[in-house]
């Protein structure tokens, strides 16, 4: 019997890397590993994390770095790790197998117990500390009754992977290929979802349902693009909007946001958005961005124009590496401490500020209340600047400046303790989600800096993680790995089409097409539409899920179908437009069961039922950018405006055939398919958008 040894050195996950000393004899999540469970028929103890994550510290302080508790797990199991951020597909397949198994819901640390022939789950759970405690077993305990338990029981346990193999399939099955022509399209998903997510809309606090308290970002999106589509009509749904409004208003002033730094914590801890988990992962904060940035836009609300420049600078300055890309995530924890990096002695934020800035610090910040994180202040707003401006006398400009420049001192102060750690590998999907936001972000603020940003990153992704015509989902050290997965694919696709109304880029485009043809030829189902999570060429596991609901991200289904619809009708190629309706129906039976949790789907529904606005503006001098400028004033979510050079060289035909004026500007304004006559006024181009 071949002797095993920790093999995580090698990896450049950083969560794996930090498990490379442990006693346990970690493996990666390889043919290697998965041999050696068979050779030796031994279960696999598979421990799913990722670096931010706070259990998984206490976890692995507790459990993985215990000489004796490491002998009994290498005594009795193959231990595989694996960083859920870099195998979203085995993080998918089985955090389902523990809801089955166990009927709760899962989390992080996931910890999985396998049949070694072919991975099927018999047995799991989340955390477990190193003895009983709080109605857990002891991991020790647990893991001989586990061992025991595979000895005596393989037929029952053959029998039961079984089983859950048929539910896997039952549950990501589409509808048969000849029952997609019958599902109607129609706007009851829409409607049902509206009312659904007003029914669990906190009134007093925003967001939706108790603590802890998520942002939701997909739920947000489809509630401001659901006023806007009312917004000209008889009954204007007002309501939709002040859900969004006052839940981003009620985060941007609560301890969810980093009101020194910027950016938004992981989630809240309790219902008034006062104590997060503190971990700051890119991919929410990619979200929040453009929805704080389109909200301003929609309300004029300074607060909004603020966090939005904040939490994008937050990501310059922290997240954005030397090469360009967007790193992952920063830890929850310093020194063995979660929150300890963020929070605040009263005596401390008295030292550091002037005696003119204490007063509105204290009473903005409540530090007149008592400690509301572990003997400490973490930074929530108990008073509006605007209402101690009214209490003290003091002009409200004035109380901002005060404000503003005692968040600097607090912020330069904070950045001389120990940091939190950086998960600075480089993810394509994120990434996708971030370019996103910052463009959208750049175009509405007019931030220059934005841009570059979202230019950068782009270009990076392109260069470095889009190897030999395909995608990699991760890079680390100057090493792109591992097949990427739909959501990589549909958010990147997304970000594209925002990155080329930024500004015109045929690299792009060309990218978007690869993309979108890659989606078509590996990831589709085609025959009961839709889009799988693994490509067909993908490593084969105990299934190819077919998520349709959104998480803490929007489906990669509904983002594919929105993306794909769009360069659909931007290019005139009706392979994609027929790709998107065939997954737009194929999630239809999902959309009438729980259209609330579906979102992504639910705005890819409405862009079928209501075609996307292409607009395209050429021309010559400084009007194209003007005429651009105008189409974008307002919050038009299906509206795609750009703006392409006089100049510009090999255009698709349906974009060629568009042919600039000599001098000023000329629009085009397309609905699907349909395109209206171009226009070379300005005032006959604001008329044309009206309609």
């Not at 998903?189 to 997909?218: C, I, M, V, Y």
């Not at 950016?263 to 453009?290: C, S, T």
């Not at 509301?372 to 400046?401: C, I, K, Y």
């Amino acid at each position: 019997m071949t002797e095993m040894r920790n093999r995580l050195a090698d990896q450049t996950s950083p969560y794996l890397l930090q498990h490379a000393d442990n006693p346990v004899h970690w493996q990666p999540w390889d043919e290697e590993a998965l041999a050696a469970a068979r050779r030796e028929g031994k279960p696999i103890l598979l421990s799913i994390g990722y670096s931010a994550c706070h259990w998984c510290h206490v976890m692995t302080h507790e459990c993985f770095e215990d000489p004796a508790i490491a002998a009994r797990m290498n005594e009795l199991f193959v231990n595989i790790k694996v960083d859920r951020e870099e195998r979203p597909d085995l993080d998918r397949i089985y955090q389902l197998a523990h809801q089955m198994i166990t009927q709760r819901n899962g989390g992080w640390p996931l910890t999985m117990f396998l049949s070694p022939d072919d991975q099927a789950p018999f047995f799991g759970g989340t955390y477990f500390p190193p003895e009983p405690r709080h109605g857990l077993p002891g991991f020790p305990e647990l893991m001989d009754r586990v061992a025991g338990y595979w000895r005596d029981h393989q037929d029952e346990i053959r029998e039961h992977a079984g089983a859950v193999q048929e539910a896997f399939a039952e549950i990501w099955r589409a509808p048969a290929g000849t029952d997609l022509a019958g599902q109607t399209l129609d706007r009851e998903p829409l409607d049902q979802a509206r009312r659904a997510l007003g029914e669990s809309f906190d009134t007093e606090h925003g967001g939706f349902g108790e603590a802890p308290k998520f942002p939701h970002p997909p739920n947000l999106v489809r509630l401001l693009r659901h006023w806007r589509a009312t917004a000209l009509g008889d009954s204007p749904d007002l309501e939709s909007l002040y859900m969004v409004t006052a839940t981003l208003q009620q985060m941007a002033e609560g301890g969810v946001c980093d009101q020194l730094g910027g950016g938004f914590y992981r989630y809240a801890v309790d219902a008034h958005w006062m104590i997060p988990h503190f971990e700051k992962m890119l991919y929410d904060n990619a979200q929040l961005l453009p929805l704080y940035a389109q909200a301003h836009s929609v309300s004029n609300e300074a607060l909004f124009r603020r966090v939005a420049q904040s939490t994008a600078g937050w990501v310059m300055r922290e997240m954005q590496s030397p090469e360009g890309g967007y790193y992952a995530a920063l830890d929850a924890d310093t020194e063995g401490e979660e929150g300890r990096y963020y929070a605040w002695t009263r005596e401390e934020i008295q030292r550091l500020l002037a005696p003119s800035e204490l007063p509105a610090v204290t009473a903005v910040y409540g530090l007149d209340h008592g400690p509301n994180f572990e003997g400490r202040w973490h930074l929530h707003t108990f008073m509006t600047p605007e209402q101690f401006a009214a209490h003290s006398g003091l002009d409200g400009a004035e109380v901002e400046a005060l404000l503003a420049t005692a968040r600097a001192k607090l912020l330069a102060a904070r950045e001389k303790r120990v940091r939190p750690g950086r998960d600075e590998k480089i993810l394509a999907g994120w990434n996708g989600l971030m370019v996103r936001g910052m463009c959208i972000a750049a175009r509405i603020l007019g931030d220059a800096g934005m841009a570059a940003s979202a230019e950068r990153a782009m270009d990076f992704v392109r260069r470095e993680m889009f190897v030999d015509g395909r995608l990699r989902a991760t890079w680390k050290d100057g090493t792109a790995r591992l097949g990427a997965y739909l959501d990589d694919h549909a958010y990147l696709l997304d970000a594209a089409l925002e990155s080329l109304q930024l500004r015109w880029n045929p690299e792009v485009l060309e990218f978007a097409v690869a993309l979108a043809d890659i989606l078509l030829a590996h990831f589709e189902d085609p025959a009961g539409g839709g889009f799988l999570f693994t490509a067909d060429d993908h490593e084969s596991l105990l299934e190819r899920p077919r998520p349709l609901a959104d998480d803490a991200m929007p489906a990669g289904n509904g983002i594919a179908a929105l993306a794909l619809n769009r360069l659909g009708c931007l290019l005139g190629e009706t392979r994609y437009l027929a790709s998107a309706e065939r997954a737009v129906r194929s999630a239809m039976p999902a959309l009438r069961r729980a259209p609330w949790l579906h979102c992504a789907l639910l705005d890819a529904l409405e862009e079928q039922l209501a075609p996307p606005e292409i607009v395209i503006v050429r021309g010559v001098g400084r009007r194209p950018a003007e005429w651009a400028r105008t189409a974008r004033l307002v919050y038009a979510p299906r509206r795609l405006v750009l703006e392409i050079p006089a100049d510009a060289a090999g255009l698709p035909a349906s974009l060629a055939e568009k042919t600039p004026p000599e001098s000023g500007a000329r629009a085009w304004i397309c609905r699907g398919t349909t395109c209206l006559p171009p226009v070379d006024t300005l005032s006959g181009f604001t008329t044309a958008l009206k309609g």
